[in-house]
């Protein structure tokens, strides 16, 4: 039997916390999931076989920094990004919005879609809903996410309506696009993706459009981008509920692990950040009573694993003080070990998370953990 394009199963719920499955072709992701980011066909300092030991379903690959380089149309040449990186499981794909936001002055926006001067060698590009779903598709993506525009915050309430206005009819334009994809929108999934910045009602609005369009997941977008984490709570603490209660959502680019555990608690499935890998390479680790630099000085005998509960490898088997060594050393094993321990630990508090939900106890397993997370000062 041919295994279901997308499906999602909710198996528990605790509150609005949800506990659920995502069935798509190459797997199934177990909700709340955690997906390390492969930016660059790699989730850095990583083996693929690393990353599926983590406890990962899912990892999400950056369609602006893949069509730059190597390109799409060659990675489709070589048998798409699956066979290119080593992964055989499920990949989502962002839909480049956020980078190309992040060039700043480097961006023109239009109706039509985005031009901007590559940050690597100032080559012109030119990305539309229409050219984003392509290069989805050409990368062979799990799950396509819609070609959006995104603003930083605070920004004006004209600014971050006109936005999300414009996100909605490019949304449309990206579901027409995916849908004319033959085959792989046969094999794929299509998220849309809402935005809205801080305000309920613009929120609403979006919902209500990318609902009527219809897509098998919804995205909450725009966040964590300067709004800080009260804000943003307080922002899904609404934002859930005006999206289909059947389908997978997803909050991009979040985060830190209370940022997560607070999501949850409102009904959020999805997160993606690359906080775990980017601060394993900085010497930064993650544990249960919170964030610690190995850099320290306090380190460099500490005898102790990062985190004497992790079930990971590093912590099996190396202490603080050879991390410390490691790190303050710039060797590259301290930033791959760094790495593993990071994202271990962010997929650890998944399962946490799932099992908390399915016993009915997860506001009592974020408050216990919420408490002693914020016990240490980074």
Known sequence: ??????????????GAARRGTIALRRGTIRTPAFMPVGTAATVKAMRPAEVRASGADIILGNTYHLMLRPTAERIARLGGLHKFMGWEHPILTDSGGYQVMSLGSLTKITEEGVTFASHRDGS?????????????????SDIV??????????????AVASAMRRSMRWAKRSRDGFDSGGAHAEASAIFGIQQGGLDEALRGESAAALTEIGFDGYAIGGLAVGEGQAAMLGVLDFACAQLPADRPRYLMGVGKPDDIVGAVLRGV??????????????GQAFTRDGPINLRNAKFVEDQAPLDGECPCPVCATASRAYLSHLVRSDEILGAMLMTEHNVWFYETLMADLRGAIGEGRVKVFAAKFLARYSSLSP
Do not use: N, W, Y
């Open 124 to 140: 012109k590009h030119a990305v539309t809903p229409e050219r984003s779903i392509e290069i989805q598709r050409l990368l062979g």
């Open 1 to 14: 039997m041919t295994p279901p394009r997308f499906a999602f199963t909710i198996a528990a719920t605790d």
């Open 269 to 282: 499935d999805m997160f993606d950040c690359v906080l775990p890998t980017r601060s394993g390479r900085t």
């Open 145 to 158: 996410m819609a070609f959006d525009e995104l603003v930083a915050l605070p920004g004006t309430h004209e």
